[in-house]
T-cell receptor
């Protein structure tokens, strides 16, 4: 069974630009969550989608947004990039809502903002 | 607000030297406590889920236990390939996704 895939794996952007990251969950998984990982803050929850609906959202500014498609694939978008947005962005999928089901993570997208 | 504190931040052991990693948590209505392992440059790899105090789970050299305030990850006779960062996360009654600790960076020396 294929795991969670994320594209692209590496990205370099300039401050002020926007970026879109993509995530394909494990087949049969309907929940997709996004996390930001930095050395200082660790792993922080961004948002979760289930059946194309955002179920919950972490404490991040509105520049961070996402969506989920009918095939459970998900995208996240960051507009007006700031230097502090440089991080590893991780996508995780689970069978249903992540509160009780384990999440399986992809390899991440390393975003560098210059 | 859910909180997770892991200790120690880093741990260096000799091969075969058993030890335990700690995860202390505060959460309003625990739904699940999760242990992950993360290797450099990779996403976290799922290890265990614990749901209620007194529960224990084992996998090879790893054993996870849960009380009402903390969880332990016991590593028995570790090998160099067990070197990684071990992450603990909780899911609480609120709808805020998983809250992760900062992790324990474990190094097993041959």
């Amino acid at each position: 069974k294929a795991g969670v895939t994320q594209t692209p794996r590496y990205l370099i952007k300039t401050r002020g630009q926007q970026v879109t990251l993509s995530c394909s969950p494990i087949s049969g998984h309907r929940s997709v969550s996004w996390y930001q990982q930095t050395p200082g803050q660790g792993l922080q929850f961004l948002f979760e989608y289930f059946s194309e609906t955002q179920r919950n959202k972490g404490n991040f500014p509105g520049r961070f947004s996402g969506r989920q498609f009918s095939n459970s694939r998900s995208e996240m978008n960051v507009s007006t990039l700031e230097l502090g947005d440089s991080a590893l962005y991780l996508c995780a999928s689970s069978l249903a809502w992540s509160g009780t089901y384990e999440q399986y993570f992809g390899p991440g997208t390393r975003l560098t903002v210059t | 607000e859910d909180q997770v504190t892991q200790s120690p931040e880093a741990l260096r052991l000799q091969e075969g030297e058993s030890s335990s990693l700690n995860c202390s948590y505060t959460v309003s209505g625990l739904r699940g406590l999760f242990w992950y392992r993360q290797d450099p440059g990779k996403g976290p790899e799922f290890l265990f889920t614990l749901y209620s105090a007194g529960e224990e789970k084992e996998k090879e050299r790893l054993k996870a236990t849960l009380t009402k305030k903390e969880s332990f990850l016991h590593i028995t006779a570790p090998k160099p390939e067990d070197s990684a960062t071990y992450l603990c996360a909780v899911s609480g009654g609120g709808a805020d996704g998983l809250t992760f600790g900062k992790g324990t960076h474990l190094i097993i020396q041959p």
